[in-house]
């Protein structure tokens, strides 16, 4: 076994180190060169494909037709995309392995998951017009620059939406790059354009030149922490300096007159320059090394955490040391990790010297643990990682205190890294990759693969969910497989029955998709949720069934959705029959219908015989109506709704009534030049008597038969209101009154007439005495009150009287209790 | 996810918090400035989670309503927040989109955030009118916004309307939306019980949703894996109580009178705010930080908004107490405040002395500003109050509640359509006879339809149509409720008001106001169904003692509606007792084992479909209150918005009038 630190190389005061993962990649006779080749983050899958401005040896005819090849990094090849459609400009990866085509045109093609089939959408008009010059992807979406300078960014892929960024200035971009959102102060995508000697920053809303004077830059590139640009000027230097343009962090000198093919970052704090087959890598404070041991061409991967460097017969990793990987291992350390590691190959040759070592780092042998657990999960051989284990288990077993959880955590870790990164999988993940990734979008990266058993076998061993797999599996089933239907949904029923969280209705999606509209259906039973079996079950013209779904649901916009389409497809009465029998589907439909198409709703309560709601429907017409004419004319058809039933004579009989007010109060206007209309018949009454018009509101009481009651209410509220003292007083010479004589006297006094209000006390005769004493204080009246008491005998309340009232009135009141003793 | 760690209760800050990060997410994702555009109503509920200078900073400039259609194209960003559910909303947007995208020069970006999802009705309406491209579009999950600590409302205006008068059960679906997103955090409601038609339709869609709950976690890539391992019940909820409002339409019809309900009734408060003008404040100036935060324009200058809620010092031990008491309480508070005052100016002051008053200065001076603003409102409810139409009124519902005949408060009502009371107090009276009556005989109801008809106008035609359609206003019908034994069984239509009344004790004499001891007091003297149903669950023993005075009789014990079943079958709508176990009963069982016999406070979430009062709230905080000192258990009340009488027949009150 070759040391560990056989890989290693020195730069500056670090150590980086170059890990082959495999070995024949290619073809041999695969011309490299002549290939653009990109690859997925998180160590994806490789996409290659002929670079169409280089010219190539003619192979004969199969070669010939162009294709985008998708590889692993083994060197497997996943799937063959053959293009007929336009030139490619540029081809590129999102984080969940999604592949974009990017056509000159201006056409995207998006394929999900390695083997479905793509979806395409537009950049727009703009790009049709001038045509897409290249694009630069991030991990969620990407920019694109056209042929006039313009940016054209896309920044979701579920629903993509281009959205033109600021203007750039015009002139050659001799090279460009994007920040991703996540990265940028302003959390949208920011553009770096090197135009003339300078660098323009392009986001949505704003394009600023940053002022550099060193350009033209052949190369820009943006570290993966989004924090610092590198920059290959023309004089062969690379620059590094911070992403807010702020701080210019080092320099460094090529001595090549060529510029270099490819400018990548490789982690955080290392630049690769990338010749034919030669790189140099620049690490901090421009301190360099060179590798020119390749002897093929070279295709720079870049990822979060280093660089996978790609030729015909390699695969490589190169990245920064990893600092555990280092202390454990790094010639001549002392470092507790590294001693650990030694007194487990003393114990091995049964050497005394073992417990030494552990003597020695006792006080922080727990750091030492942490530290080898670490360094083994950062380490591709196996066997390594087993010595590394084995140190860390050793340190473990002397400690009295030690919580294992990190130990047992990366030992799972490590088999699961172990059985991706098999060749013929082939995703070399790295420990740090595999934790940004995740372990559910690791699964999901086996099953784009058809991993399925691999991917079932990581999901128990991780304790993560399974239901992904199957339904992946079932759609790929339903897709490729070429049995028949009941055989097919047989199987995959099950399959899939009693996993918990399966949804059949994506795999019911991906058979209607492939033309198999029964198979759909039939696996469309199988759904638990009803919702969404709807907009399927609309699709293969189910619509009963699928509003009765939605029904069930519960969702009213989902019931909503499948009434809409149902309007369109069906002619009128049987829509109105389908909904009859589902009340919560006629509330949705009569709810809606109010504020757009009342004309639907009106031949459905005629279809469904709803007289009353018919006759409402044109009463709230007759409302909205603007003159006296239209409103009596539906009224009038309202009423002739429900005339042939007499369980709604009164309704009837008030909308007759309503239309004769509106007559009533059309003649009022005229003659009376005040606006009458839209008064209600009290009000109406009331009005008439506040402008003295008894005899006409005499008419109209007697036209609408109000009650004596309800008008002695409004005429003496009307009379109060405008103080109509003389007519009131004419009133208090009546013999009866409908509502007493009570409220007269309140409402008077109410409004301040005292004098008024106190001519109506000795009408309320049924009232208690003392009542009426307090009627007459309130006039003021205290000798009135004493009167009362005296009259009714009673020597108490005078008394009481007697307290409140003043000046005369008390001698009043004392002269009324003598003559009360008097009597006596 | 399992029960939250942390939570000891629910913690309705978190979901305001939460709220208020989710929606400035969303438009800083806007870059630049932006102009926003608004639905009126939702503009009182974003205040009530984030400020408008919160949103500046957030580079909104200018804030539209989407019903002024007066959006204009001073900014390039233009965001249309609004709620999905409505078609009607929807096109709106469509056209205003269009007509921004056609009158303007600048090449605009329009992006929409759907509140509290995005729906495919919009999407599809969007489609037909063309801009469905044109806008970027993404939702905000606002379902439950907290009033109060112990308050969760769906803001959904409309609800009741929707429930009761066009039986559209959107407000179901966005309650269990809700509830269930609150099951995700605090985990399964160990139980629900309910009372009412829709109850059972909201805890039937409770269920489901578990279910599919499963299948949507896991074929939900962004959510986290964890939860589509299942729901386990939780640590912190004992129980979900839904009240439907259908079951208890008379709570709402009567005159509340507690201070918060006469500040509703009169005032009317919307998002915790009412407005009011500023001579009822006694003129005083408009406070420092206004609390009006929201994206309202300003108001006229004689209105003035003023905020009702916990940060002011002395409304939170106001706001439920009977408005008789408030008097008093007022006056106590002034003369302290006063004698604080002298204590100041009299006696000779250390240094220390005036700085420790000093440090008190603002929360005195606050406190000073609060007692001028509630003395103030309090004599202008009292102006109404004592008004002779005020105590006619209350007359009349009085006697209904307590059980007399109602035929003997007929001619009280006739006297106050006669005196051109507001329409809606005397459908109120109407209704809650009709309720409380199961109708009202055909010929009375035909004679009151007549009068009311004539004395605000045949429009109300369809408002009277409309009442009937909601069950508010109807005649009574042989075939009705509880004199035919045949509709005794399951699904009963009506309920037995004079045989629930005696059983569940709805009425009570000698009520206490100042120093309460039952809810009663809410209403000075009725007690509401709809709360002691939730005492039904809660406060078995009391309840009990309150029915049987006779020593002896054993309370009922036993969880949920147990020792109540008789008198559940004798009130309308269906009753609701679900019990929800963890697919995994192992594993609940040892976490209850592991949480041993540490049995944190417990919980009661009260749910109240189609519209909660402020009365009710105030009995259901004196339960709370009751149950914190006896077992430390408390309620957390949710409710689909706040509603009041007025607000519940208004749904049906047309408000057109003929030939405007």
């Not at chain 1, 971009?173 to 003339?196: F, G, N, Q």
């Not at chain 1, 093919?261 to 360099?288: R, T």
């Not at chain 1, 009650?707 to 009307?718: P, V």
């Not at chain 2, 608004?38 to 309503?65: H, M, N, P, W």
Request: charged fraction near 25%.
């Amino acid at each position: 076994m070759s040391k560990a630190t056989a890989d290693w190389t020195r730069v500056g005061d670090r150590f980086y180190r170059r890990t082959q993962l495999y070995d024949s990649i290619f073809d041999p006779d695969l011309e490299l060169e002549n290939y653009i080749v990109t690859g997925a983050p998180y160590s994806g899958a490789v996409a290659l494909y002929r670079d169409e401005s280089k010219i190539y040896s003619f192979r004969g005819s199969q070669t010939a037709k162009s294709s985008i090849d998708l590889y692993s990094c083994a060197g497997k090849l996943i799937r063959r995309i053959t293009w007929d459609k336009g030139r490619i400009v540029a081809v590129g990866w999102s984080e969940e392995e999604r592949l974009l085509v990017v056509t000159n045109d201006g056409t995207v093609r998006s394929y999900a998951d390695l083997q479905s089939d793509f979806s395409p959408f537009s950049l727009g008009h703009d790009a049709e017009e001038y045509g897409v010059r290249g694009c630069k992807f991030w991990s969620t979406g990407f920019v694109a620059l056209l042929g006039n300078n313009k940016l054209v960014a896309v920044t979701r892929y579920d629903e993509p939406r281009p959205q033109a960024l600021a203007s750039a200035p015009v002139g050659e971009v001799i090279s460009w790059t994007v920040i991703p959102p996540e990265y940028t102060s302003s959390r949208s995508v920011e553009v770096l354009l090197a135009v003339d000697g300078t660098v323009h920053v392009v986001d949505a809303a704003e394009c600023e030149d940053r002022g550099l004077q060193a350009g033209p830059f052949r190369h820009i590139s943006v570290s993966p922490n989004g924090k610092f640009i590198s920059l290959y000027t023309d004089d062969g230097k690379v620059w590094v300096i911070s992403s807010d343009f702020q701080d210019r962090l080092s320099e460094y000198e090529s001595k090549v007159k060529t510029p270099p093919k490819d400018l990548q970052w490789c982690g955080n704090n290392a630049i690769v320059l990338a010749w034919e087959d030669e790189i140099h890598l620049v690490g901090p404070n421009g301190a360099a090394s060179k590798f020119d041991d390749y002897n093929s061409f070279v295709h720079l991967l870049p990822d979060i955490d280093g660089i996978r460097i790609l030729t015909n017969t390699v695969c490589e990793f190169l990245q920064k040391v990893p600092d555990s990987t280092e202390e454990v291992y790094r010639v001549g350390s002392t470092s507790p990790g590294s001693v650990l590691l030694d007194a487990v190959e003393q114990l091995d040759k049964k050497s005394p010297k073992a417990d030494d070592n552990i003597q020695m780092i006792r006080s922080n042998l727990d750091e030492a643990v942490d530290v080898c657990v670490r360094a083994a999960g950062q380490e591709y051989s196996v066997h390594r990682q087993k010595q590394l284990l084995k140190a860390a288990s050793f340190g473990k077993s002397v400690l009295d205190l030690y919580n294992s959880d990190d130990f047992v955590d990366m030992t799972e870790v490590l088999r699961v890294l172990n059985a991706v990164r098999f060749y013929e999988i082939g995703l070399p993940i790295s420990y740090e990759q595999y934790i940004r990734l995740t372990p559910e979008r690791l699964v999901q990266r086996l099953v784009n693969r058809q991993e399925y058993l691999l991917a079932l076998k990581v999901s128990e061993f991780l304790h993560l969910p399974v239901d992904r797999i199957y339904v992946n599996w079932a759609r790929q089933k339903v897709r490729s497989s070429s049995t028949d239907e009941d055989s097919l949904c047989e199987e995959i029923v099950r399959k899939l029955n009693g996993k918990r969280g399966v949804s059949f209705e994506e795999v019911a999606h991906a058979a209607y998709d492939e033309g198999r509209g029964k198979l759909a259906t039939e696996l469309l039973e199988h759904e638990p949720r009803a919702g969404k079996q709807v907009p399927l079950l609309l699709s293969v013209g189910e619509e009963s069934v699928a509003l009765d779904k939605a029904i069930e649901s519960g969702d009213t916009d989902l019931v909503f959705y499948v009434l809409l389409n149902l309007k369109k497809k069906m002619p009128l009465s049987s829509f109105f029959r389908t909904i009859n029998s589902r009340p919560v589907a006629t509330s949705i439909v009569e709810s809606s219908a109010i504020d757009q198409d009342q004309e639907l709703l009106k031949d459905f309560y005629y279809q469904d015989d709803r007289r009353v709601d018919g006759s409402n429907l044109l009463l709230s017409e007759a409302l909205a109506a603007g003159d006296i004419n239209a409103a009596a004319d539906k009224m009038k058809m309202a009423a002739k709704l429900l005339r042939d039933s007499k369980d709604y004579t009164a309704q009837v009989v008030a909308l007759e009534d309503a239309q004769k007010l509106l007559r009533f109060q059309e003649a009022f206007e005229k003659d009376l030049n005040e606006p009458f209309v839209g008064l209600s018949v009290n009000e109406t009454l009331s009005k008439l008597i506040k402008t003295g018009n008894m005899k006409r509101s005499q008419k109209v009481q007697t036209e609408f038969k109000v009650s004596d009651k309800t008008f002695s209410w409004i005429r003496l509220r009307a009379l109060v209101s405008r103080r109509y003292w003389i007519e009131l007083e004419e009133l208090s010479k009546g013999k009866k009154s409908a509502i007493g004589w009570e409220p007269y006297f309140n409402e008077i006094l109410g409004a301040g007439n005292t004098k008024l209000a106190s001519l109506f006390i000795p009408k309320c005769t049924h009232l208690a005495m003392a009542e009426r004493i307090e009627m007459w204080l309130k006039c003021g009246l205290a000798n009135k009150a004493g009167e009362e008491a005296l009259k009714a005998k009673d020597r108490n309340a005078l008394e009481e009287l007697r307290t409140k009232a003043t000046g005369s009135a008390q001698l009043d009141i004392d002269r009324m209790i003598a003559q009360l003793q008097k009597g006596r | 996810m399992a029960a939250h760690p942390a939570a000891k209760a629910i913690n309705t800050q978190e979901i305001t918090d939460k709220a208020r990060r989710d929606l400035l997410q969303l438009l800083e994702a806007v870059r630049g400035k932006k102009n926003l555009v608004l639905e009126r109503s939702l503009a009182g509920t974003i205040g009530l989670f984030v400020k408008f200078s919160t949103l500046q900073e957030y580079g909104v400039d200018k804030v539209f309503f989407l019903e002024n259609h007066n959006v204009d194209s001073s900014q390039r960003n233009v965001i249309f927040l609004l709620r999905g559910d409505n078609a009607k909303t929807v096109r709106t947007v469509a056209e205003q989109i269009k007509l921004v995208r056609s009158e303007s020069k600048i090449d605009h970006e329009f992006s929409i955030i759907w509140i509290p999802r995005r729906t495919r009705v919009s999407d599809m309406v969007l489609e037909e009118h063309g801009v469905l491209g044109e806008a970027t579009i993404s939702e905000l999950a606002l379902y439950f916004v907290p009033l109060e600590q112990d308050l969760m409302s769906l803001e959904l205006e409309s609800s009741f309307s929707d429930l009761y008068l066009r039986k559209e059960p959107t407000s179901v679906f966005a309650s269990a939306t809700a509830l269930m997103r609150l099951q995700k955090q605090y985990g399964l409601f160990p139980r629900i019980l309910g009372k009412g038609d829709n109850a059972k339709r909201l805890a039937d869609l409770l269920q489901r949703m578990r279910s599919e709950e499963d299948v949507n976690a896991s074929s939900d890539p962004s959510k986290t894996y964890l939860t589509s391992f299942g729901l386990t019940p939780s640590s912190v909820v004992e129980n979900l109580i839904i009240i439907d409002r259908e079951v208890d339409f008379p709570t709402v019809l009567a005159t509340q009178l507690t201070y918060q309900g006469l500040i509703d009734e009169n005032f009317g408060i919307s998002n915790n705010q009412i407005e009011v003008d500023t001579s009822v404040l006694g003129g005083a100036p408009a406070p420092p930080q206004q609390q009006s935060g929201t994206a309202q324009p300003p108001t006229a200058a004689t209105k003035r908004k003023v905020p009702l809620d916990s940060s002011d010092k002395l409304y939170p031990s106001l706001r439920d107490a009977n408005f008789a008491t408030i008097g008093p309480t007022l006056n106590q508070t002034a003369r302290r405040l006063q004698s604080d005052q002298q204590n100041i100016k009299q006696q000779d002051q250390s240094i220390a002395d005036l700085r420790s008053f000093v440090s008190k200065l603002p929360s005195y001076q606050a406190e000073q500003a609060s007692l001028k603003t509630h003395t103030g409102l309090a004599e202008e409810i009292l102006k109404v109050t004592r008004s002779e139409v005020f105590s006619a009124m209350l007359e009349v519902q009085q006697n209904l509640l307590a059980g007399s005949d109602p035929s003997t408060v007929h001619e009280n009502i006739e006297e106050l359509i006669a005196r051109d009371v507001p329409l809606k107090t005397v459908l109120r009276l109407l209704c809650l006879e009709s309720c409380l009556s199961n109708g009202i005989r055909s010929r009375d109801l035909e004679s009151f339809k007549r009068q009311i008809l004539q004395a605000y106008g045949f429009q109300h035609i369809l408002t009277l149509a409309d009442l009937e359609k909601i069950g508010l206003l109807v005649p009574r019908e042989s075939h009705r409720g509880y004199l035919n034994p045949i509709a005794g069984a399951a699904g009963q239509t009506a309920t037995d008001w004079n045989a629930v009344r005696k059983s569940l004790n709805l009425w009570i004499d000698d009520v206490q106001e100042t120093d309460p001891n039952d809810t009663a007091y809410v209403f000075s003297g009725y007690a509401p169904l709809s709360v002691r149903l939730v005492q039904c669950i809660l406060q078995k023993s009391y309840l009990s003692g309150l029915v049987n005075t006779r020593p002896g009789s054993t309370p009922p014990t036993g969880g949920g509606w147990k020792g109540f079943e008789d008198t559940l079958t004798r009130i309308r709508g269906a009753t609701v007792d679900v019990t929800q176990k963890g697919h995994d009963a192992d594993a609940s069982h040892a976490r209850k084992t592991l949480r041993g016999s540490k049995e944190g406070p417990k919980v009661s979430v009260v749910f109240f479909l189609g519209g909660v009062t402020y009365a009710e709230i105030a009995a259901l905080r004196f339960v709370s209150g009751q149950l914190e000192k006896s077992s430390g258990r408390r309620i957390v009340i949710g409710t689909t918005h706040v509603i009041s009488g007025n607000r519940a027949v208004g749904a049906a009150v047309e408000k057109r009038k003929f030939v405007e």
